[in-house]
Structures are given as structure tokens and as C-alpha cells.
């Protein structure tokens, strides 16, 4: 019988009984640097990107990677040398894109509670854009690059009211959302902008969701986009360049998005179709460019057998990986090293104390105390979601490339997690 295709291949195969990735073998690793620990493939970050820019090449582009969903420094240098730009979400994330080495002048800026100070930040580092999401933070915008004597170049974030059809936290682009501005009252948002001090308008963007697995909500996203385009410029305004979002799912057990070349092949297709081929492409991938690229690497620490449930508990808890608690996220677990015995079902639970600690129910594993457990598909919204909860310190990273393993985060000590705590007499 062959196995079902890990998420990850072909970076992440069984070779005889054992998990490798990218060539190292998965419970030397965890030897090497404990657990938990998160470990990535830069092969497989460069070929995910590598779908989007050979779908992109031949026009102007800018693939971003949305930051957020693993911010790591490497992970940005990573990209950075493919000559991504990025997606930010905050001032710290632009902190992070300089501290890699990479060019603020390829970063985009999204969110939608931008403080002043991080404004200011990003006006002075000479990001490409703000995606602006309401019209408060176009006239805060305004007011801060005014004062600045600089010119703040924007996009509004578009809401277009499209079902993303995918999980309700993780759906962006309905009314009744927190993000970007509604489609009806664009044109006029666009209008003001024209006439404010330390403003240009250069694009347009929308983002309507994450792990989304059909194109269609693409495609209905963006004929409301171009709509838009047609009537700002219709009204003497300039639309430079459309930024088509992130939000492209991955495959966690059977989903089956589709691939980033065929999406972006049809959203090219359409945006030609309609007469606006000459406009700049930009595109904010975040979890489809490392989601399968990366593994979290677990101990078993005691099995507990019941009458109802068997646990098995694990090192690694929601405090390390939040999707399954957060988001009730499925996410495949396999041992590092397969055991011919018996499987049995496990629910695979942190040592946290709350009973929302679960990175999956009724897995059917064997399994031994001591045993190393890989949490697949964990690249994105792992390590950039960790907290210090219960008082544990965040797990180490490791990039691994072309069969070489090297910490990019070392664990994180206690006194680190006290240091910046005060006892007042
Ligand atoms: C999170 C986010 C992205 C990336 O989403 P993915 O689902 O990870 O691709 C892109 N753009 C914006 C504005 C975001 O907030």
C-alpha cells in the first residue's frame, strides 16, 4: 500500500521509516537542537515563490510576502534575495524587514489600526505604499506626512464584498468585516484623497481571506476592483497598480487549492480581458509560500490511555502552534521515526493548562514516550503566533538548505521572559 502524499513533497518524504526534510533527516535535527523546535525547507520557500514569479514574469510585478505569516529574519533574507518585496502589518515588521537587509522601498503596508508613530516610521524608511483602510487613516496619513514635508503614495483597501468561503476568522472581505473600505464608498474616498496634502494615489488593493482553495472568489474580487479603477479614473484620478491580495490556501489534509501559477495565470488573463494589461501586478501571498515549507518538530512526554479518550502529551502546546486552538486548524501529525506496532487513537495535547490545548484528536499513531512527532504544514502562523503562555519560552527555529541544518532562532531562556518585568517596593 503507498502512503498518502505528505503535505510538503517532495521537501518533505519518508525515506524507509524516517521523515526528512530538504535532505536532513528530522530526529537528528531535533537531536541536535531539542524540542520543540520549528524547522524549515528554504528549497521549498523558494519554489513556492517561484510558482508566483514565473506566473508573473513578462510584466511589471511585485510579489510581497505578507510577513506575517512567518516573519523570521531568514525566512525575509530568503525571500529578499528572490527580490520580493513585502507586506507589513505594523512598525515591527518593518523593523524586521530592515534588520534583514532588505529594501523598505518594496514594502507595502497594511492594517487597519496604523498608529502615527509607526506612519512616521515607514514614511521615513520610504515604503512603496500604504494599503489605507478607512478615511480616518487617510486624513492621520495626510496630516503626518504633511508635517513631514513628504508625500505618503497610497492604495486603498477596497472591501468587495465577496464570500471568500473560507473559515469566518480568517474571512476578510464581506461587509460587516473590520477591514478596508466599503465598495460603495471607494470612489469618493479616492476622490478626497486626490485633494490632500502629502497624499498621491497609486493603487488599489484588496484582501479577501486566507486558505482560500477556489479561484472564483479571485476573480469576482477583482472585476469589482477593476469596476473601481474604471470609474476613479473616469473621475481624473490614477490607478497605477492593482495589489490582488494574499489568502491562497494550502493543503493541510485533503484540501486542494489551486496552484499559484494557474491563479495568477487567470487573474492575468482577466485583468487583460478587460483592457488593463499595462498596470502594475502586485500580489501578498503570506501562507502559501511557507505554510508547507515548515514542520514542528515534538516529544511525547507521557501517554495517558482512558475510558473515553487515549492522550498523548506532547511537548509542543497551543502556546507554540495556536491554529488547532484558535481556529480549530486540522494539521497532520506523523511520527519522525514509523514503528511497526499497533496504532492506536490519541488526541495529541500540550502540557497547557487549559483543555483548548490540542494540536489534533483521533490521530491513529503508535507511539512510545520519548517518540519525536512532526505537526506538518506549520511554516505559517506558527512561530509568528507563539506566545509565552504558562510561562514557556518560545521553541527554536532551524532553516535547513540543501541537506544543511542551521538554528536561525535560538530558544528562548527564562531570564529572557523576566527580564523586562519591575517589583515595585
Ligand atoms: C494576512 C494578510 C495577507 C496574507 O494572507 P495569507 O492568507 O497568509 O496569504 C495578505 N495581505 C494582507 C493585508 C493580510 O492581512
Not at 473621475?235 to 497598480?241: A, K, L, Q
Not at 494574499?246 to 496552484?259: M, R
Request: overall charge negative; hydrophobic content about 45%.
Amino acid at each position: 500500500m503507498s502512503s498518502p502524499q505528505l503535505p510538503g513533497a517532495p521537501f518533505l518524504a519518508r525515506r524507509g521509516d524516517d521523515l526528512w526534510l530538504d535532505g536532513v533527516r528530522l530526529s537528528e535535527v531535533a537531536a541536535e537542537f531539542g524540542t520543540p523546535l520549528y524547522v524549515y525547507s528554504r528549497s521549498a520557500m523558494r519554489a513556492a515563490a517561484g510558482a508566483y514569479l514565473q506566473a508573473l514574469a513578462g510584466r511589471p510585478h511585485l510579489l510581497c510576502y505578507a510577513m506575517k505569516a512567518n516573519a523570521s529574519l531568514t525566512v525575509i533574507r530568503t525571500f529578499a534575495e528572490l527580490g520580493l518585496g513585502f507586506d507589513i502589518v505594523s512598525g515591527g515588521e518593518l523593523a524586521r524587514v530592515i534588520a534583514a537587509g532588505a529594501d523598505p522601498a518594496k514594502v507595502v503596508f497594511s492594517g487597519v489600526g496604523k498608529t502615527r508613530a509607526e506612519m512616521r516610521a515607514a514614511l521615513l524608511a520610504g515604503v512603496r505604499c500604504f494599503n489605507v483602510e478607512s478615511e480616518a487613516e487617510l486624513l492621520a496619513l495626510s496630516g503626518v506626512a504633511s508635517g513631514l514635508g513628504r508625500t505618503a503614495a497610497i492604495s486603498l483597501r477596497v472591501n468587495p464584498d465577496v464570500d471568500a468561503k473560507t473559515h469566518p476568522y480568517i474571512s476578510t472581505g464581506l461587509k460587516g468585516n473590520k477591514f478596508g473600505v466599503a465598495h460603495e464608498h471607494a470612489r469618493a474616498v479616492y476622490r478626497q484623497a486626490a485633494a490632500l496634502p502629502g497624499i498621491r494615489v497609486t493603487g488599489i488593493d484588496c484582501h479577501i481571506g486566507s486558505q482560500i482553495t477556489e479561484i472564483a472568489p479571485y476573480l469576482d474580487a477583482l472585476d469589482r476592483l477593476l469596476d473601481l479603477v474604471e470609474q476613479v479614473e473616469a473621475d481624473g484620478g490614477t490607478i497605477h497598480h492593482l495589489d490582488l491580495g494574499g489568502g491562497l490556501g494550502i493543503t493541510y489534509t485533503d484540501e486542494q487549492p489551486p496552484a499559484a501559477d494557474l491563479l495568477v495565470g487567470q487573474l492575468l488573463a482577466r485583468i487583460d480581458a478587460r483592457g488593463h494589461g499595462h498596470r502594475e501586478v502586485l500580489m501578498e501571498p503570506g501562507r502559501s509560500l511557507v505554510g508547507n515549507a515548515g514542520v514542528l518538530l515534538t516529544e511525547v512526554l507521557v501517554l495517558k490511555p482512558g475510558a473515553e479518550k487515549n492522550f498523548c502529551i506532547v511537548d509542543a502546546a497551543m502556546n507554540d502552534m495556536a491554529r488547532p486552538a484558535m481556529y480549530q486548524a486540522w494539521m497532520g501529525i506523523v511520527p519522525c521515526h514509523q514503528r511497526s506496532d499497533p496504532a492506536l487513537t490519541w488526541d495529541v495535547v500540550g502540557p497547557v493548562c487549559e483543555s483548548g490545548d490540542w494540536l489534533g484528536r483521533d490521530r491513529a499513531l503508535a507511539v512510545q514516550p520519548g517518540d519525536l512527532l512532526a505537526v506538518l504544514s506549520a511554516g505559517a502562523y506558527g512561530m509568528t503566533m507563539a506566545s509565552n503562555y504558562n510561562t514557556r519560552p518560545r521553541a527554536a527555529e532551524v532553516m535547513v538548505d540543501n541537506g544543511r541544518a542551521t538554528l536561525i532562532r535560538r530558544r528562548e531562556t527564562i531570564d529572557e521572559l523576566l527580564r523586562g518585568e519591575l517589583l515595585p517596593d
